[in-house]
């Protein structure tokens, strides 16, 4: 602590970082591909109402947005998407346009032309995973009925004619991670049904194409298999959980039992929210770039043949799952605690990575950016917990006595929170107030048993291990424990309302497009998630999801809520926080509800996000008051 620093009220320290900052600078980089000298990666407009364009560099270092507006390259398979489009070889892209759905052919020199039928009576029809070979596009089908029903299939699409889109696979309500063999006789596949969702349990198939025999290689209801790569054309690569953590495995498509390549009692993936990623790419020379960790996951280059794993040494701390190779280099999105989320290419012979876009385009003073802390204690019932912490930062101010902290809840809530850089959390860590993100039991990438946690136990072991990352950062002086909120998005929504239901913990809760009501929610959300509550909490019972949901025990909330909502929700339709906002109401308790039209799961436009940051931060200067 510097003596020239003045002494402030927590909260409200001068910060070179403002809402509009925050909020022109979530890019949301994404699925980038890399082939020889050239990239091509999905990047969000959020001063255009968030819609996606697709970025390519080519071998010559020029750089060209593929596609202006009103173009905008999102699919709506499973309402999360995934990777929007696919490079066609010899040049040009393929990509599903939000609006319509429909795949589109974009040639160099070129407009978009549609080589998938316009939606008919049927509803509507989506796409994604996208492989392009041959002249065709394989991919996931999604079809919505009239009737509400959905089903899915793998098509291959001509990419020229305007021929129907061929069928390929159906009869599972699930689909993911397809693979061509490289003699183009087998397709390879994830699968599954409801109720189970992909990290519960995965089935991994093999198709061959000529007539159509299937064979089931590997998985199982209670084993979570992902991302099949063909090292040649018996013989598979695969990602299982088959040991309490997600490892790289081969297997030949007629052999019984799997070989682990490199047995860690590590992650080597995340959960499958979104189609078209993966967490490792085989190379022309037969070693494999591989993801691995706990909570952040670490590039390392792995030797099948002997299970040597080495780490590359790169400046970045953390990379997403979503690897991209030609043979010889690895694309990916790579961050670090002081390195904004960047599409990033390494040159797996030299280990040099070469950053290509940053999400933040300039950075503030370091001075004002927080350090972040991974901790890990034993909460209650003697369960470890882990979080990140995230402290006030700031050149110039310092405060009186232990900072408010807000306990920030990940949606989900199979996912996790990572130590990227985010200009979101310095928002408030530079203007005196702490962050800590908590991964509580039922989080990713800790291992299977810790996911499990999680497992009929939603309302009780997140909201517990909020809790209890409240009380550790009391305990050790880090926080006043007068003032520390808690807020989330989602199934964090859910963590926040359920929390203050049920503690006084908390100063107050801020909940985005949260789940407040369980019944309810079960028959208006989408299908990917539509059974998802019985894993969570259980088959439909009346007396049960009265005494879990936060909307049966909003009795119990004392403190003031602020409430944010996007009107175009598939996901968590507003009615969810609407019911809240009125029980709040009805009791007298302070509670703000804001609204916002053309918003959807996840706010994309700039002022929309400026709003609601401007928001937040206002109702906790009033909540930390002294």
């Known amino acids: 602590m510097s003596p020239e620093q003045i002494v402030r009220p927590y909260g409200t320290w001068p910060s070179p970082i403002s809402t509009t900052g925050v909020a022109r600078s979530g890019l949301r980089l994404g699925f980038p591909t890399v082939s020889g000298a050239e ?15 697709i970025v390519h560099q080519g071998a010559d270092g020029t750089r060209s947005e593929l596609l202006a507006a009103p173009w905008n390259a999102r699919t709506r398979v499973h309402e999360y998407g995934g990777r929007p489009y696919a490079p066609v070889p010899g040049g040009g892209v393929v990509f599903a346009n939000f609006t319509d759905q429909r795949l589109y052919l974009l040639l160099p020199g070129g407009k978009p032309e549609a080589i998938t039928p316009e939606p008919g009576l049927e509803s509507g029809l989506r796409y994604a995973e996208m492989i392009v070979r041959d002249g065709h596009v394989w991919c996931v089908r999604e079809r919505h009925h009239d009737d509400d029903g959905v089903s899915r299939s793998i098509v291959s699409v001509p990419l020229r004619g305007g021929a129907e889109p061929h069928e390929r696979v159906r009869g599972s309500d699930f689909y993911a991670c397809l693979s061509l063999s490289p003699d183009g006789e087998h397709l390879a596949y994830v699968c599954w049904d409801h109720p189970r969702m992909p990290w519960n349990g995965t089935e991994l198939r093999v198709t061959r194409l000529s007539d159509g025999e299937t064979r089931t290689v590997s998985g199982a209801t209670a084993e979570s298999v992902l991302f099949p790569r063909w090292r040649d054309d018996r013989n598979l690569y695969f990602v299982s959980d088959r040991s309490g953590w997600w490892n790289l495995y081969r297997i030949g498509v007629d052999e019984a039992s799997p070989e682990a390549l490199c047995p860690l009692q590590e992650e080597c993936a995340g959960p499958l ?7 490792y790419a085989p ?18 280059i792995l030797d099948p043949e002997t299970g040597v794993l080495t780490d590359l040494e790169t400046p970045y701390d953390g990379w997403h799952p979503s690897l991209s190779s030609d043979g010889h280099a690895v694309a990916a999105i790579a961050y670090g605690a002081a390195v904004p989320r960047s599409v990033v290419r390494v040159d ?16 503030p003073d370091p001075a004002y950016l927080p350090v972040p802390r991974a901790v890990e204690f034993e909460g209650r019932s003697g369960r470890r917990v882990h979080a990140i912490v995230y402290p006030p930062s700031h050149p110039e101010a310092r405060g009186d006595g232990a900072p408010p902290y807000v ?25 005196g107030i702490g962050v800590v993100d908590v991964n509580y039991g039922g989080s990713t990438g800790y291992g299977r048993a810790y996911r499990d946690l999680l497992h009929g136990q939603w309302g009780v072991v997140d909201v517990e291990d909020s809790i209890a990352v409240a009380e550790w950062l009391a305990a050790e002086g880090l926080a006043d424990p007068r003032r520390i909120a808690i807020r989330g998005g989602s199934a964090g929504g859910w963590t926040v309302m359920a929390a203050c239901c049920t503690s006084d913990t908390f100063a107050g809760g801020v909940s985005y497009y949260g789940v407040s009501a369980l019944a309810s929610f079960n028959a208006t959300t989408h299908d990917f998630e539509s059974r998802y509550i019985e894993w969570l909490v259980g088959p439909e019972d009346p007396a049960l999801y009265g005494s879990r949901e936060p909307l049966g025990r909003v009795s119990g909330v004392t403190c003031p809520m602020l409430l944010l909502q996007g009107l175009s929700d598939p996901v968590v339709p507003p009615a969810q926080s609407q019911a809240f906002a009125d029980a709040l109401a009805e009791r007298g308790v302070p509670c703000t509800y804001l609204t916002f039209e053309g918003e959807s799961h996840g706010f994309r436009r700039a002022e929309t996000r400026s709003a609601a940051l401007a ?7 009033q909540l930390f008051r002294t």
Do not use: C, N
């Open 39 to 53: 990239m091509w990666w999905s990047e969000d407009r959020p001063l255009e109402g968030g819609r996606t364009t």
């Open 273 to 279: 929210w979104q189609l078209g990623g993966s967490s």
């Open 283 to 300: 190379l022309a020379d037969g070693r494999i770039a591989l993801l691995h960790g706990r909570g952040d996951l670490r590039l390392g």
């Open 348 to 363: 797996t012979a030299t280990g040099r990575a070469e950053e290509f876009r940053r999400d933040i385009g300039e950075l």
């Open 407 to 431: 306990v920030f809840a990940h949606g989900g809530p199979t996912s996790h929170s990572v130590s990227a850089l985010d200009l979101e959390k310095a928002f408030f860590t530079s203007r």
């Open 615 to 621: 928001t937040e931060l206002a109702f906790y200067q």
